[in-house]
C-alpha cells in the first residue's frame, strides 16, 4: 500500500457541495465535528492523507442529494490502509474522540486473508452442490480455494445424490473445515476491517504491544551475546523476578 491514501468527492454535472472532512468529534448541530480539506475543484474535491484518522467523504448526486461515506485510516503494522465503516461506527470512533482517546487506542484493524476468503467461497459453493437435484448440476470445480476436485467430480454428469459423490464431496468438505479454522486460529480474517476497542480492551492492547517491544529488544540484546553469557543474563533476570 502507499504511504498516502487519496480521498476524493464528486459532485454530479450542475452541482457542487462535495467535500471531504477529517472527523475529530462530535457536533450537537452538525453530527460530527468537521476538519474540511483537500482540494477543491468545480466538480470534485480530492485530499491526499498520510495521518491515521477518521474520515468523510460527502458526494452529491445528480438530484443534488448529499451522499457521505465514512472510512477509517489506520496504520497496519508500518503501512496505511483505508477501511469502509458504518455512520453508526463513525459516530462511535467521534464519541471516542471527544473523550479524549486517539485513534489508535479506539480501532484494531486487520488485513483480509485472501486464501481464507477463498477457503470460505469453496465451502459454500460445495454446500451449494450438495443441496441441488435434478440434472442440470453444475460441478464447482474453478474453486481457488477448493484442492483438486476428485476424479469423479471431474465428469459433468456428478450427481449429488450418488452416494460415491456426496461422500466424495463430504470428504473435500471436512479438508476445507479444517483448513478454515487452522487460519482463523492464527487470527486470519476473510474481509478486511476493524473493531471498536473499549477503554479496557485498548489498555489491554496497549500492555500487549508494550510487552511485544520489550521482548524484541530483549531478544535483539541477547543475539549479540554468545550462548553461555544469554544464559547467565536470563537467569540473572529470573532471579531478579522471584
Same mark, same amino acid.
Given at each position: 500500500?502507499?504511504?498516502?491514501?487519496? &480521498?476524493?468527492?464528486?459532485?454530479?454535472?450542475?452541482?457542487?457541495?462535495?467535500?471531504?472532512?477529517?472527523?475529530?468529534?462530535?457536533?450537537?448541530? $452538525?453530527?460530527?465535528?468537521?476538519?474540511? %480539506?483537500?482540494?477543491?475543484?468545480?466538480?470534485?474535491?480530492?485530499?491526499?492523507?498520510?495521518?491515521?484518522?477518521?474520515?468523510? %467523504?460527502?458526494?452529491?448526486?445528480?438530484? !443534488?442529494?448529499?451522499?457521505?461515506?465514512?472510512?477509517?485510516?489506520?496504520?497496519? !503494522?508500518?503501512?496505511?490502509?483505508?477501511?469502509?465503516?458504518?455512520? *453508526?461506527?463513525?459516530?462511535?470512533? *467521534?464519541?471516542?474522540?471527544?473523550? !479524549?482517546?486517539? &485513534?489508535?487506542?479506539? #480501532?484494531?484493524?486487520? /488485513?483480509?486473508?485472501?486464501?481464507?476468503?477463498?477457503?470460505?467461497?469453496?465451502?459454500?459453493?460445495?454446500?451449494? $452442490?450438495?443441496?441441488?437435484?435434478?440434472?442440470?448440476?453444475?460441478?464447482? &470445480?474453478?474453486?481457488?480455494?477448493?484442492?483438486?476436485?476428485?476424479? /469423479?467430480?471431474?465428469?459433468?454428469? +456428478?450427481?449429488?445424490?450418488?452416494?460415491?459423490?456426496?461422500?466424495? #464431496?463430504?470428504?473435500?468438505?471436512?479438508?476445507?473445515?479444517?483448513?478454515?479454522?487452522?487460519?482463523?486460529?492464527? !487470527?486470519?480474517?476473510?474481509?478486511?476491517?476493524?473493531? %471498536? /476497542?473499549?477503554?479496557?480492551?485498548? +489498555?489491554?492492547?496497549?500492555?500487549?504491544?508494550?510487552?511485544?517491544?520489550? #521482548?524484541?529488544? %530483549?531478544?535483539?540484546?541477547?543475539?549479540? /551475546?554468545?550462548?553461555?553469557?544469554?544464559?547467565?543474563?536470563? *537467569?540473572?533476570?529470573?532471579?531478579? &523476578?522471584?
Amino acid at each position: 500500500m502507499p504511504e498516502i491514501i487519496r &480521498l476524493q468527492a464528486s459532485a454530479s454535472y450542475g452541482h457542487t457541495g462535495q467535500y471531504v472532512a477529517r472527523l475529530t468529534g462530535r457536533d450537537s448541530k $452538525f453530527t460530527f465535528a468537521r476538519e474540511f %480539506i483537500g482540494r477543491r475543484s468545480e466538480r470534485t474535491s480530492t485530499a491526499d492523507v498520510d495521518d491515521a484518522g477518521l474520515y468523510e %467523504i460527502c458526494d452529491v448526486d445528480r438530484r !443534488g442529494g448529499k451522499d457521505s461515506t465514512y472510512w477509517v485510516v489506520a496504520k497496519v !503494522g508500518d503501512e496505511l490502509y483505508k477501511f469502509a465503516a458504518s455512520k *453508526a461506527e463513525a459516530m462511535k470512533i *467521534a464519541k471516542a474522540f471527544d473523550d !479524549g482517546r486517539k &485513534l489508535e487506542d479506539v #480501532v484494531s484493524p486487520w /488485513l483480509s486473508c485472501r486464501e481464507l476468503r477463498d477457503v470460505a467461497e469453496a465451502i459454500v459453493k460445495w454446500k451449494f $452442490f450438495l443441496s441441488t437435484t435434478g440434472s442440470n448440476v453444475v460441478v464447482p &470445480l474453478d474453486l481457488p480455494g477448493g484442492g483438486e476436485s476428485p476424479a /469423479l467430480l471431474a465428469s459433468s454428469s +456428478a450427481c449429488p445424490q450418488d452416494p460415491e459423490v456426496a461422500r466424495l #464431496v463430504a470428504d473435500e468438505l471436512a479438508r476445507l473445515d479444517a483448513e478454515a479454522s487452522r487460519l482463523e486460529a492464527e !487470527g486470519k480474517q476473510p474481509y478486511a476491517g476493524f473493531s %471498536i /476497542l473499549s477503554p479496557k480492551a485498548a +489498555a489491554a492492547a496497549r500492555a500487549g504491544r508494550m510487552r511485544d517491544g520489550i #521482548v524484541a529488544d %530483549i531478544m535483539a540484546a541477547l543475539s549479540s /551475546l554468545d550462548a553461555k553469557d544469554a544464559k547467565a543474563v536470563l *537467569a540473572e533476570v529470573a532471579k531478579t &523476578l522471584k
